[in-house]
């Protein structure tokens, strides 16, 4: 069985970035959560069955250009 990727666009909004206009580590976190988030939607994985789980890992590739 063939592996599945799972990407999506962000813009990175003047709030996400610190005054020096770079993601700060936190951001990114969060940035990753709302990716993460996005893929449990489209695999229709609801909040009730991840509530359920124990923890969940997932590996992620942030590519950012500048």
Same mark, same amino acid.
């Given at each position: 069985m063939a592996a599945n990727i799972f990407s999506?666009?962000?813009?990175?909004?003047f709030y996400e970035t610190d $005054?020096? $206009?770079r993601v700060t580590p936190g951001m990114l976190v969060n940035i990753l959560?709302? @990716?993460s988030q996005d893929q449990s939607d489209e695999l229709g994985l609801t909040s009730q069955k991840n509530?359920? @789980? $124990?923890?969940r890992l997932g590996c992620y590739a942030a590519l950012i250009d500048h």
């Open positions: 999506e666009k962000h813009q990175i909004l $005054r020096t $206009r959560m709302l @990716a509530s359920c @789980a $124990r923890f």
